[in-house]
């Protein structure tokens, strides 16, 4: 499935599992979005503060840590984001931001993050 919201689009994964990260990014890809990932929360918190950044797919669970502070500091920003995890509910993260649960068909994933990107215009600051 085509997702053209996404195209274009600076996207930032965070998952801590090597198969995971590398499917999500690849997927992202494909549709044309840029993709940056990271494994650890610590790295994450210093990339959501770069220009630019459309949204983020994440894991809660991380090496170093759960999600709860980067979900504040997305939600700070006005990022949109889409917890990918199996953890349900996700403490921690905004109400409105959507929860797909762990294991997921990749397009379901990729559709929730598009329908998030469809209702916002493309940030440039």
Do not use: N, W
């Amino acid at each position: 499935m085509e997702h053209p919201a996404l195209r274009g689009r600076s996207i930032l994964v965070i998952e801590d599992e090597p198969l995971i990260g590398m499917d999500i990014r690849q997927a992202l890809e494909r549709t044309g979005a840029t993709v940056t990932q990271t494994t650890t929360v610590r790295h994450a918190l210093i990339l959501v503060e770069h220009d630019g950044l459309s949204g983020a797919i994440m894991d809660h669970a991380l090496a170093d840590g759960d999600s709860i502070q980067l979900c504040v500091r997305l939600k700070e920003r006005g990022i949109p984001y889409v917890s990918y995890s199996g953890f349900d509910p996700v403490k921690g993260a905004s109400l409105d931001a959507p929860h797909v649960s762990k294991p997921a068909p990749m397009d379901v994933v990729l559709s929730t993050l598009a329908a998030l990107l469809a209702e916002r215009p493309e940030r440039i600051s």
